[in-house]
């Protein structure tokens, strides 16, 4: 069965900081990965998704990396904001299920 | 506005009193899903749809059941609702559940069983 394990679950930077997130699986047999982003009271908003033919994507300040073999990912923000406050999932999908991972919270302090 | 909802956000009920929570997407897509929140554990797959009439079981799928009647609405039922699946639902769907598509998410419903 597939485990996805999220590390750090929580993370405090201060403005302007770099960053990286770390997602690691334990299958490498997967047809993608995705990076989610969850703020408090909402659901689940879709940030990058790689598929498993792909090294990374890029989405303004966000690049997300995917290493199938090594079953790891990371997701790399640039110049964190306050408004980047939220909790980060990586979630893949080996066939028609996902799996997701815990979680990092992230704060960014003004 | 493209988007999924569910219904009710919020719910408190007692132990064995049946309940539905309703799931619906305006978007025409074929894959709907249903997840479970906990703390420490993530999100947990309940019950999945590729299209209309066809579901499976995910991670969790005991004390659930789920049907797919119509291509806009997937409920989520719990016969009879135990503490234990107190927790955050939430309801996604896909265009057609292929590998390279991203999920939508409903806002989450709030279950609370005493």
């Known amino acids: 069965k597939q485990e996805v394990t999220q590390i750090p679950a929580a993370l405090s930077v201060p403005e302007g900081e770099n960053l990286v997130l770390n997602c690691s699986f334990t299958d490498s047999a997967i047809y993608n990965l995705q990076w989610f982003r969850q703020d408090p009271g909402k659901g689940l908003t879709s940030l990058l998704l790689?598929?498993?033919?792909?090294r990374e994507q890029t989405s303004g300040r966000l690049n997300a990396s995917l290493d199938k073999s090594s079953g790891r990912s990371t997701l790399y923000i640039a110049a964190s904001q306050p408004g980047d406050s939220a909790t980060y999932l990586c979630?893949?999908?080996?066939?028609?299920?996902?799996?997701f991972g815990t979680g990092t919270s992230l704060t960014v302090i003004p | 506005e493209a988007q999924v909802t569910q219904n009710p956000r919020y719910l408190i009920t007692v132990t064995g009193k049946k309940l539905t929570v309703t799931c619906s997407q305006n978007m025409n897509h074929e894959y709907m899903s249903w997840y479970r929140q906990d703390p420490g554990l993530g999100l947990r797959q309940i019950y999945y749809?590729?299209?209309?009439?066809?579901?499976d079981k995910g991670d969790v799928p005991e004390g659930y059941k789920v049907s797919r009647k119509e291509k806009r609405n997937f409920p989520l039922i719990l016969e009879s609702p135990s503490p234990n699946q107190t927790s955050l639902y939430f309801c996604a769907s896909a265009l057609s559940g292929t590998w390279g598509e991203t999920q939508y998410f409903g806002p989450g419903t709030r279950l609370l069983v005493l």
């Open positions: 749809s590729m299209n209309v009439e066809v579901t």
């Open positions: 790689i598929q498993s033919s792909q």
């Open positions: 979630a893949v999908r080996p066939g028609n299920q996902f799996y």
